[in-house]
């Protein structure tokens, strides 16, 4: 391995592949390699169903003959959807990788309230009459809200209406508009999906912009705001390595990385793998490739479930999303819980796959994962892992090693985007330009 590369990133998981993808049409030359087998890292889709078996402790031959064709399962570990107009779209639509994929929008969004209720999420004007979700006088006025958010622009004070983008919070915005604590907790939640209640007493701009995010999105395709790939999440990392590789990135998988060797500046240089270093200016990696530059801040504990039905009360919707605000069932985070199906050739006919995620809060997290469970019915199997939340120690400027955070527990790529986009600005000092690289790849 003599030549010099621009970037070595290390693990496959969707941020390291977008990463790669972008910095390869950039004109870097890029090395890629992964300790597994298999593309995704973290946040694979494992096929055939046996090798979920096998990551979980089980056997191949534990799968049951009535599960079907193995090879028709593509079982996420992480599962998120795209939101139809979110920055992960742009990034797919601006890179071409669009072109690699096939995506079908997910059948419903649902919101829990208290009393073991779940409820269509209403985010325009005529599903805010006619929800059941709220009393009649306050549908009045969560319309009203709806209809001023979706016509506010900071840049025409007239839309404003007495609330000062400058100063006010989200809360005011609640306030002003009389709604109750319950909507405002599907709003936050469910629309604006904010994790926890902090948001509330931060400023109401980023709370207005996430709203309009998910109506834009959810007007796209009418049924939800949600997109999810054909064949599993993991067609995800692999479109962007294929584009990386048109770029001339070079692919390594199952190669065990023994270090990541430094100059005597703290500056890398190379990376050793099989024994052979390569030689590098800059590293991205996921933070399981470097234990000594990440803290470990939370934990995520995620239920996979394989169903013969899918979740109830959800109209037979083949697939959908359900967040649980945490206020509902008296937590600090949410829960989140999603489903797929055949309909998105991750299953077996007549197979259902429900997740279950949210952010450790207690010794017991298995337990916490309950209220949404409650939610699934009978399940025909479940596994259940605690993952950590690393995060990088610094911003890597120094060292030239960048690293990514973990995936949190919600179920959509926003904060997955956020990352990606946060690394590209550490690596490179400049914000992500998306008209620049939709120029680069017409161009080629
Ligand atoms: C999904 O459920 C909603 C109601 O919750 C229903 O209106 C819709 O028709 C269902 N869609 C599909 C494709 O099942």
Redesign the pocket.
Same mark, same amino acid.
Do not use: Q, R
């Given at each position: 391995m003599d030549e010099e590369y621009d970037v070595i990133v290390l693990g496959t998981g969707l941020k390291e592949c977008v990463l790669s993808g972008l910095l390869s049409v950039n004109g870097r030359k890029v090395l890629h390699m992964d300790r597994n087998k298999y593309y995704g890292g973290e946040s694979a889709s494992l096929t055939p169903l046996s090798e979920l078996y096998e990551k979980f402790g089980l056997k191949a031959e534990d799968v049951p003959e009535s599960f079907g064709r193995q090879r028709d399962w593509n079982v996420d570990l992480i599962p998120k959807f795209l939101m139809a107009n979110g920055q992960l779209v742009k990034l797919l639509i601006h890179s071409g990788v669009t072109k690699y994929l096939e995506f079908k929008t997910l059948?419903?969004s649902?919101v829990y309230k208290k009393g073991d209720k779940i409820y *269509?999420v209403p985010a325009d004007e005529k599903e805010a009459l006619s929800t059941s979700l709220m009393g009649i006088f306050e549908k009045r006025r969560y319309r009203k809200f709806l209809i001023y958010v979706n016509d506010f622009d900071i840049n025409d004070p007239k839309t404003y209406h007495g609330i000062d983008p400058k100063t006010a919070t989200s809360q005011d915005l609640y306030h002003k508009h009389g709604l109750d604590d319950n909507t405002a907790d599907f709003t936050g939640h469910a629309l604006a999906l904010h994790r926890d209640d902090s948001y509330k007493q931060e400023n109401v701009l980023d709370t207005i912009e996430r709203i309009k995010l998910y109506s834009s999105s959810l007007s796209r395709y009418g *049924?939800s705001p949600y997109l999810y790939p054909l064949y599993g999440l993991g067609e995800l990392p692999q479109g962007f390595a294929r584009l990386s590789a048109i770029y001339g990135g070079t692919y390594m998988l199952d190669k065990p990385i023994e270090a990541i060797v430094y100059d005597d500046n703290g500056e890398v240089c190379g990376v050793t793998s099989g024994g052979e270093t390569a030689k590098c200016k800059t590293v991205v990696c996921d933070p399981t490739y470097v234990k000594d530059k990440v803290k470990k801040v939370a934990q995520v504990v995620r239920a996979i479930c394989i169903m013969n039905h899918p979740i109830p009360r959800? /109209?037979? /919707?083949?697939s959908?999303q359900i967040i649980i605000p945490q206020n509902q069932v008296g937590r600090k985070s949410d829960i989140y819980v999603s489903c797929v199906s055949s309909t998105h050739c991750v299953a077996v006919k007549g197979f259902y796959i429900a997740m279950v995620s949210t952010t450790v809060e207690t010794d017991n997290p298995e337990a916490e994962l309950q209220p949404g469970l409650d939610l699934l019915g009978p399940l025909k199997q479940k596994f259940v892992s605690v993952s950590d939340i690393l995060v990088p120690i610094d911003d890597g400027k120094k060292s030239k090693v960048f690293v990514t955070t973990s995936y949190d527990a919600t179920t959509h790529f926003e904060t997955t985007c956020s990352d990606i986009l946060d690394v590209w600005t550490r690596m490179t000092g400049e914000e992500f330009d998306f008209s620049k690289v939709q120029k680069d790849v017409e161009a080629n």
């Open positions: 059948d419903g649902y *269509k *049924k959800t /109209n037979d /919707n083949s959908c």
